[in-house]
């Protein structure tokens, strides 16, 4: 009776060591962090996008017929703000080139912005704003933020990725799971993965 008992716990931890091996927690502990990163990407976006308002406000002195690169910033930014990409989503590639195009549209418009401001001696007015340091700093700090953010998520899917293709996790991840593999955030923009420097730029 003892015999059988002892073997019986030996196959129960057996089995549950042999299950945990096989994805039943590796697969959702890997997902669950990509989509905490995910969340951390859509985070610094918009704090990017928050700080159009303030490039709005530097932008009144500048000359009336370059207002229209201001116009194509805030287009941008509505466009960028309007496409949310949820963490079901992660998987389905459309949909990431889509928040992926609009947020490269925004990123265009604003080294648009930042050439319009190039020359700070032809808007003397900008000079005697006292945000102009700090809005500067501001957008150089952020753009590294989407930058770093970006590189935590693509390691985040590419952890995931790899859970659910190599033995043993791929076993729970196809039966238990049904796991599909998330997309990177691929930067598309020649350059885009390094942060513009805007010394002298705002």
């Known amino acids: 009776?003892?015999?059988?008992?002892?073997?019986?716990?030996?196959?129960?931890?057996?089995?549950?060591?042999?299950?945990?091996?096989?994805?039943?927690?590796?697969?959702p502990t890997a997902e669950e962090t990509a989509k905490a990163r995910w969340a951390d990407v859509q985070a610094a976006f918009q704090e990017r996008a928050n700080l159009v308002p303030n490039l709005a406000a530097v932008a009144k002195g500048a000359a009336?017929?370059?207002?229209?690169?201001?116009?194509?910033?805030?287009?941008?930014?509505?466009?960028?703000?309007?496409?949310?990409?949820?963490?079901?989503d992660l998987n389905d590639p459309a949909k990431?080139?889509?928040?992926?195009?609009?947020?490269?549209?925004?990123?265009?418009?604003?080294?648009?912005?930042?050439?319009?401001?190039?020359?700070?001696?032809?808007y003397p007015e900008l000079k005697s704003i006292t945000n102009y340091q700090m809005l500067q700093s501001q957008l150089e700090g952020q753009e590294n933020r989407v930058r770093i953010s970006i590189r935590d998520y693509n390691a985040a899917v590419q952890n995931y990725n790899t859970t659910i293709r190599t033995f043993p996790d791929a076993i729970g991840a196809k039966i238990i799971y049904g796991a599909k593999p998330m997309v990177t955030y691929q930067a598309s923009t020649a350059g885009a993965e390094v942060a513009p420097s805007l010394e002298g730029k705002l």
């Open 64 to 88: 009336e017929q370059e207002k229209g690169i201001l116009t194509g910033v805030v287009e941008a930014r509505a466009k960028a703000t309007s496409i949310q990409l949820s963490a079901e």
């Open 96 to 122: 990431m080139k889509a928040f992926q195009d609009a947020q490269n549209k925004f990123s265009s418009s604003l080294s648009g912005f930042g050439r319009l401001l190039a020359n700070v001696e032809a």
């Open 1 to 27: 009776m003892t015999v059988s008992r002892n073997l019986r716990l030996a196959f129960a931890g057996a089995a549950a060591i042999s299950l945990s091996a096989c994805g039943i927690n590796s697969v």
